[in-house]
């Protein structure tokens, strides 16, 4: 059994008393949300604070405020179980409420705040292991060790970036506000982000993530899609969050993120322009899943083959924007097939016939020879 190391714990009320905590601790010093994912890493020693600054007893950094119409504001301690069943959330910013609804398993969304998963580590089968596996392996340049096991010539960590929520609140155009010892600032969350898995946050250790603000809803419809192995608990080993501006049946505005396919959120600005001004037709939904495919670049560090989460990034963009042009969930595309028998995978023949997954050449059903269904979660 792995045991928690010895640590302070501190538990400020207010945000002020938190950044200055933080500030007279230094290095020493983490933030603590929920904890659902900081005590695991602890335990493993990948973290190893010898103060926790927790932020559960600050009230002000919990709970919605706001409406669709002026935007909304929540709480960097929101629960994600709050986040993914909130009212306004749920009807107008529906992308997030199935990205929230997602992580993890629901006790781990009872206690995991959505400031924590903005922050939440990036990950990489050579890291997330135990003390004793790292070691006999040699550490890697994340913690403990000077080379990258998955990139041996590479001078940079490529660990995965692996939130549900931030491709989500990337294509909505959510900004984050920070409180450090300098005072606040708010920025776009793109900026919070940056493309490398040690300093995988543009943050100051010190600043704490206090709000997440949303824009005013504005005709914004979305759809976040995740694949990875075990329909609960799992991270994502593919997101695809998709936000559209339509008016009538055209597409106003557009903005489609990959999730885990980098050590940041990754935009897929070429694919989101061919939408504007457009109808979704299949014909474009086509094109579109195309371009999204290209800057798409997993690499062999997490579950599931890289071939395969990449050859997904395309059937998932199709299926959410099927999902955005029906007005449905995209949870209603349970199997590989889309609204009106249609095929979600733009190049598949199996689909093209009879509107029926035949078995091979398709890239919903290679992974592993076996069909995808019971690999994709697409909730
Ligand atoms: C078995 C398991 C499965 C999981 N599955 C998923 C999954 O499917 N999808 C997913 O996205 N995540 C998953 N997680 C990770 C984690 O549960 C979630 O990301 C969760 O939302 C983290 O929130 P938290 O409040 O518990 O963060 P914590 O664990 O408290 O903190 C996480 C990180 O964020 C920092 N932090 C927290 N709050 C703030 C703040 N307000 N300001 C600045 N820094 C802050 C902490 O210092 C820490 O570095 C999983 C974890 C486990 C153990
Ligand atoms: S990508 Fe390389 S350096 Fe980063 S965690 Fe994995 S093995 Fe370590």
Same mark, same amino acid.
Request: aromatic share 6%; hydrophobic share 40%.
């Given at each position: 059994?792995?045991?928690?190391?010895?640590? =302070?714990?501190?538990?400020?009320? =207010?945000?002020?008393?938190?950044?200055?905590?933080?500030?007279?601790? *230094?290095?020493?010093?983490?933030?603590?949300?929920? !904890?659902?994912?900081?005590?695991?890493?602890?335990?493993?020693?990948?973290? @190893?604070?010898?103060?926790?600054?927790?932020?559960?007893?600050?009230?002000?950094?919990?709970?919605?405020?706001?409406?669709?119409?002026? !935007?909304? #504001?929540?709480?960097?301690?929101?629960?994600? #179980?709050?986040?993914? &069943?909130?009212?306004?959330?749920?009807?107008?910013?529906?992308?997030?409420?199935?990205?929230?609804?997602?992580?993890?398993?629901?006790?781990?969304?009872?206690?995991?705040?959505?400031?924590?998963?903005?922050?939440?580590?990036?990950?990489?089968?050579?890291?997330?292991?135990?003390?004793?596996?790292?070691?006999? $392996?040699?550490?890697?340049?994340? %913690?403990? /060790?000077?080379?990258?096991?998955?990139?041996? *010539?590479?001078?940079?960590?490529?660990?995965?970036? +692996?939130?549900?929520?931030?491709?989500?609140?990337? &294509?909505?155009?959510?900004?984050?506000?920070?409180? *450090?010892?300098? /005072?606040?600032?708010?920025?776009?969350?793109?900026?919070?982000?940056?493309?490398?898995?040690?300093?995988?946050? +543009?943050?100051?250790?010190? @600043?704490?993530?206090?709000?997440?603000?949303?824009?005013?809803?504005?005709?914004?419809?979305?759809?976040?899609?995740?694949?990875?192995?075990?329909?609960?608990?799992?991270?994502?080993?593919?997101?695809?969050?998709?936000?559209?501006?339509?008016?009538? @049946?055209?597409?106003?505005?557009?903005?489609?993120?990959?999730?885990? $396919?980098?050590?940041?959120?990754?935009?897929?600005? @070429?694919?989101?322009?061919?939408? $504007?001004?457009?109808?979704?037709?299949?014909?474009?939904?086509?094109?579109?899943?195309?371009?999204?495919?290209?800057? /798409? %670049?997993?690499?062999?560090?997490?579950?599931? #083959?890289?071939?395969?989460?990449?050859?997904?990034?395309?059937?998932?963009?199709?299926?959410?924007?099927? +999902?955005?042009?029906? /007005?449905?969930?995209?949870?209603?595309?349970? =199997?590989?097939?889309?609204?009106?028998?249609?095929?979600? &995978?733009?190049?598949?023949?199996?689909?093209?016939?009879?509107?029926?997954?035949?078995?091979?050449?398709?890239?919903?059903?290679?992974?592993? *020879?076996?069909?995808?269904?019971?690999?994709?979660?697409?909730?």
């Amino acid at each position: 059994m792995m045991r928690l190391p010895e640590f =302070s714990y501190l538990a400020p009320v =207010s945000v002020g008393d938190a950044v200055k905590l933080m500030a007279d601790h *230094g290095p020493a010093a983490m933030l603590v949300a929920g !904890g659902t994912d900081l005590y695991p890493n602890m335990k493993r020693r990948q973290f @190893e604070p010898s103060v926790l600054v927790g932020l559960r007893g600050i009230r002000d950094m919990s709970g919605v405020r706001g409406s669709s119409k002026t !935007g909304l #504001t929540i709480g960097a301690g929101t629960s994600l #179980t709050a986040v993914s &069943s909130h009212p306004d959330v749920a009807r107008h910013y529906s992308g997030l409420a199935t990205a929230a609804g997602l992580v993890s398993s629901p006790q781990l969304r009872n206690m995991g705040t959505l400031g924590g998963n903005v922050c939440v580590d990036t990950r990489c089968n050579y890291y997330n292991q135990s003390y004793e596996w790292r070691k006999a $392996v040699n550490f890697c340049m994340k %913690k403990d /060790g000077d080379i990258c096991l998955v990139a041996p *010539g590479s001078s940079r960590c490529w660990a995965v970036s +692996s939130s549900d929520t931030a491709p989500m609140l990337w &294509s909505l155009g959510a900004q984050v506000r920070l409180a *450090g010892p300098k /005072g606040e600032r708010l920025i776009p969350i793109s900026a919070l982000y940056q493309d490398d898995g040690i300093q995988y946050l +543009s943050k100051q250790p010190g @600043e704490v993530l206090t709000d997440i603000v949303l824009p005013p809803c504005d005709g914004w419809r979305s759809a976040y899609l995740k694949l990875r192995r075990r329909g609960s608990f799992d991270f994502p080993v593919l997101g695809v969050a998709v936000a559209l501006r339509m008016d009538g @049946e055209t597409v106003r505005e557009a903005a489609i993120t990959l999730g885990a $396919v980098a050590s940041q959120p990754r935009p897929a600005p @070429e694919a989101a322009a061919l939408l $504007v001004g457009q109808r979704l037709t299949p014909e474009l939904i086509a094109a579109v899943a195309d371009a999204a495919f290209k800057p /798409g %670049k997993p690499l062999d560090n997490t579950d599931l #083959t890289h071939p395969y989460r990449k050859k997904m990034i395309r059937v998932f963009v199709a299926r959410a924007l099927y +999902s955005l042009a029906h /007005g449905q969930p995209a949870s209603t595309n349970r =199997s590989n097939h889309l609204p009106h028998g249609q095929a979600a &995978s733009t190049n598949c023949p199996n689909h093209l016939t009879h509107g029926e997954a035949a078995s091979t050449n398709c890239p919903n059903h290679l992974a592993h *020879g076996q069909p995808a269904e019971g690999q994709v979660e697409d909730k």
